[in-house]
């Protein structure tokens, strides 16, 4: 697994476990998919300029989940390495998010199977081993 392994299982965890009653949540949900695939394989996923807004809102949607529903229970449990990435994936979701609205905004002429393409920040480090 890459080394974005957590943030993959993030994402898979949120889509696998989400309702798919309703057409626009079944879009986020396929974006979160296509998504992990990606980062799984390359470290960074593309986005056609026409899912732009469905991507930022998935990610928005798994950053709150995690805020409210993960993070409590893993700082509760003491797990550093775990809040370390949730916090990770958070405030790496939020921003993407950002990016992904923003050039939604600002994409009106481009061709909408053009893809724009986003890297991911350096994972968390994981403190060494106590000696």
Do not use: C
Not at 86 to 111: F, G, K, P, Y
């Amino acid at each position: 697994m890459s080394e974005y392994g957590f943030f993959v299982a993030h994402l898979r965890f949120v889509a696998a476990r989400t309702e798919r009653d309703d057409p626009d949540v079944t879009a986020m949900v396929d974006q979160l998919q296509r998504i992990s695939d990606a980062v799984e394989n390359t470290g960074g996923f593309a986005v056609p300029v026409d899912k732009l807004d469905t991507a930022g809102r998935a990610l928005a949607g798994l950053a709150g989940f995690l805020q409210q529903q993960i993070l409590p229970e893993v700082i509760a449990a003491g797990n550093s390495t775990g809040e370390r990435q949730v916090r990770w994936v958070i405030d790496t979701s939020m921003n993407l998010m950002s990016s992904l609205l923003a050039r939604a905004e600002s994409t009106e002429d481009h061709d909408p199977s053009e893809s724009m393409v986003f890297k991911l920040p350096p994972p968390p480090m994981t403190p060494p081993p106590a000696a």
